[in-house]
């Protein structure tokens, strides 16, 4: 019996050991092979593809508030073989490299103010039912818990966390004391009037102050955009439309004509050839060289082609990845990293070529830099929360020349969801003024787990430099630097506006 038992064990080891060298031989043959880093091509099996006439139209909600289970690019649904759990790392390329976090903190110095400028936290996207993005697609869209454009339960929970690890980090550094409750003065929360930044500035101060009441300061009617947080150009003359047009089309040429590898990966993701508008004739897909740039006075900067609707595809894909498990943010199919930071960079490239041309960021940020020039001149304020948009974020750090700079740990490499612009104002032993200028923002992990944050488990926080400024070696500029160059910025505008009226004048 026991020689008997040994054979069928040598007898499977053996068959084990052949399948691994058959194995190997194949990978040594190059049966398979991996798709190179640059590629967007999605992953799918031959045989699994779905033709026309296989492809079932896909299942509309019942109005319960759950979609149907997506289905994947086989047609099977998602239950069929194990998810990966919610919230889990997505598989980077080996070659990528990793980032090591920043601090806020500085050894050696006492902080005595913050200005933060907020994008607000995890919306749902900007246009619902009967848009294009169901047009677009033949896929139900993930279930949202807000209504078009409001914050969502998740982006809540997430702004809430972001308060408490503020609140932690402003008591580590002796600025609030535990249990906060403020001088008249000594806090501002101001957030544009629009739902999700109102909401965003409430959560936030929830996690900060959860002891006292936060007044949150807003202006002009609810829903609608406050000025000083609309992205609009308050100045306008046909030469300055022509200059800047211009200027938009020579600085972003290079980057919009590589777009085209993104828009495939959005077409195959989408199943855009399977669309209702596809099939009635009002779409072929997405086109590099068809933007139409639109500049208007008292009006946001805009665009008309395939970067406004692509961009829209990409905001909410991108919002579907961060509330959705694996198999459901992509419809089914199986995307790397590096495939969603492509994704994403549709949507950054449309906030760069809209709002960072220097003429016209100088522009539209002309209102948040005479607040936050504001509120640092302010001696009595310890701290102050601005929550808009990333089209803020953007147009003020380009205003203020901000170096190039590509955020690590993130699918949006700009200005992340929920993302802050810290001004921090710190002083040396001899009572030097030192600013350090941060992004902070929630890794993908941290949006999609729901990470607790604290000193010990911190959001993603990287050090921005500008150009023609020099830190010193803990990584600060000397205040009155940063406190000109936001002067600068300002007064650039006041010198466009007299270089253009005299030229319109002529």
Not at 82 to 90: I, Q, R, S, T, Y
Not at 109 to 119: A, D, F, K, P
């Amino acid at each position: 019996m026991k020689q008997k038992t040994l054979k069928i064990l040598l007898a499977v080891t053996t068959s084990l050991l052949i399948c691994v060298l058959v194995v190997q031989g194949m990978y040594a043959a190059g049966v398979f092979k991996r798709e190179e880093s640059d590629k967007y091509e999605l992953k799918v099996d031959e045989q699994k593809k779905t033709t026309e006439s296989e492809k079932k139209e896909p299942k509309k909600n019942d109005g319960s508030g759950k979609n149907e289970e997506p289905k994947k690019p086989d047609g099977s649904k998602k239950n069929e073989e194990p998810d990966k759990p919610h919230g889990d790392k997505p598989e980077k390329d080996e070659n990528e490299e990793q980032a090591s976090n920043g601090t806020l903190h500085r050894e050696g110095y006492t902080l005595e103010q913050v200005v933060i400028l907020s994008r607000h936290n995890i919306r749902s996207p900007l246009s619902g039912k009967g848009s294009v993005l169901d047009t677009l697609t033949p896929y139900d869209w993930f279930a949202w818990s807000s209504n078009p454009s409001q914050l969502s339960v998740r982006g809540g929970v997430l702004e809430t966390e972001m308060g408490q690890y503020f609140r932690k980090w402003l008591e580590s550094e002796g600025l609030f004391p535990e249990n906060y409750h403020p001088e008249s003065g000594e806090v501002r929360i101001y957030a544009n009037s629009k739902q999700r930044t109102l909401a965003t500035a409430k959560f936030f101060s929830a996690g900060l102050l959860p002891s006292a009441d936060s007044e949150i300061e807003h202006h002009g009617e609810f829903d609608k955009m406050d000025p000083v947080f609309t992205p609009q150009i308050t100045f306008m003359t046909e030469e300055y439309r022509k200059d800047a047009i211009e200027g938009i089309k020579e600085q972003f040429k290079d980057v919009l004509e590589s777009l085209s590898e993104n828009y495939k990966l959005l077409e195959d993701v989408i199943d855009i050839k399977n669309s209702q508008d596809w099939k009635d004739g009002n779409t072929t897909g997405f086109k590099t060289g068809d933007s139409e740039f639109t500049l208007e006075e008292n009006a946001e900067p805009g665009v008309k082609g395939s970067l406004k609707t692509a961009c829209s595809v990409s905001d909410a894909l991108v919002l579907q990845y961060y509330e959705a498990d694996d198999a459901a943010a992509a419809f089914g199919k199986e995307l790397t990293f590096e495939q969603w930071k492509a994704i994403s960079k549709v949507k950054d490239v449309y906030g760069d070529v809209l709002f960072t041309l220097p003429d016209i960021a100088v522009n539209v940020a002309n209102p948040l830099l005479k607040e936050i020039k504001s509120e640092l001149g302010n001696d009595k304020r310890k701290f102050t929360f601005l929550c808009g948009h990333d089209s803020n974020v953007g147009s003020v750090l380009a205003a203020l020349s901000v170096e190039e700079y590509d955020l690590p740990n993130a699918i949006e490499c700009k200005t992340p969801i929920g993302c802050k612009l810290v001004f921090s104002r710190f002083s040396d032993a001899d009572g030097k003024k030192f600013i350090s200028v941060d992004l902070v923002y929630q890794s993908p992990e941290q949006l999609r787990g729901l990470s607790l944050l604290d000193l010990n488990e911190q959001p993603m926080i990287y050090n921005l430099s500008f150009t023609d400024l020099e830190k010193n070696k803990d990584g600060l500029y000397p205040a009155e630097e940063i406190e000109k160059r936001i002067s600068e910025a300002i007064g650039r505008f006041d010198e466009l506006k007299d270089i253009y009226a005299l030229a319109d004048a002529a």
